[in-house]
């Protein structure tokens, strides 16, 4: 049975965190013993009373004391009103939901993570686990986006550049660098020792352009994961917004393995799939 009835969440602090985006911290009023299960790249409904609800993606899963971290960038009716709340500011949470990262990465692999946009979000926590002392694998982090102002997660990317290998890229470069994507770097990270897993998230042609190239380059498919955390809408698999093939997004995925991914697709009726890379 659904329980749509949302928790009490108070908004307690935000900052500019790129272009009509805000990173905020939110607590829950009453925090419950599992909200720290919180798998990285899950997702959770925030409601803004009298307005509606939207999905997002944890920066930061919850603490003992439920407080925990999310981008809000502005799409819409919701956003516009959450950009809006004020410090103190009483909110509605349902989560968690879906299925996020894989919890069974090769100990002591190479991970790669390939991120477009606001496609960082969702990929913060596992980068999180990669800068610490016992980390079980090694991240190397490449990261696109329209432009330098676009960019999310600034606080973040500055500690996380110290800790591990980074790679930025723009379609609209700074003057004095190349325009690129995180394609460009894909030979410099194989060369540098190869890649034992995938981790992509961002518009869908720069996470299906990857996987192909990464594919290309040994890497097999069941090794690959990508995360649709855009399709996401209602949560309950009921407005049908997330249909690929016979799965709903916001029940199996969002994150999907990119063999099953590819099966869904087939069976969804898709002819070909869309190859440009693009930031949200």
Do not use: N
Not at 238 to 257: E, F, I, K, N, Q
């Amino acid at each position: 049975m659904i329980d749509a009835t949302p928790r009490r969440l108070w908004l307690e602090h935000g900052y500019v965190d790129g272009e009509d985006t805000r990173h905020f911290t939110f607590r829950l009023d009453a925090p419950h013993a599992g909200d720290g299960a919180v798998r990285p790249g899950q997702f959770f409904m925030l409601c803004v009373p009298g307005v509606g609800e939207a999905p997002f993606t944890y920066v930061r899963p919850p603490d003992p004391d439920g407080r925990f971290s999310a981008l809000v960038r502005r799409m819409g009716r919701v956003t516009d009103a959450l950009l809006a709340c004020a410090p103190g500011a009483l909110l509605g949470y349902r989560g968690p939901f879906g299925h996020g990262w894989p919890h069974d990465l090769p100990a002591g692999g190479r991970v790669l993570a390939v991120a477009g946009g606001c496609g960082l979000a969702p990929l913060a926590s596992m980068i999180e686990d990669a800068c610490a002392p016992d980390a079980p694998w090694r991240l190397t982090l490449l990261y696109g986006a329209r432009h330098a102002a676009a960019q999310v997660l600034g606080r973040e990317r500055a500690r996380w550049r110290k800790l591990l290998p980074l790679f930025e890229s723009f379609d609209q470069p700074p003057p004095g660098q190349r325009p690129g994507t995180p394609l460009d770097q894909l030979d410099r990270v194989f060369a540098a020792g190869g890649v034992d897993a995938l981790l992509c998230c961002g518009p869908e042609p720069l996470m299906l352009a990857s996987a192909r190239e990464c594919l290309r380059r040994g890497l097999p498919a069941e090794r690959i994961w990508l995360s649709l955390e855009r399709r996401m809408h209602c949560a309950d698999g009921l407005c049908g917004h997330c249909y690929l093939g016979a799965s709903y997004v916001c029940r199996d995925g969002p994150t999907y393995r990119y063999d099953h991914y590819l099966r869904l697709l087939r069976g969804s009726g898709a002819d070909a799939l869309p190859a440009a890379p693009g930031y949200c």
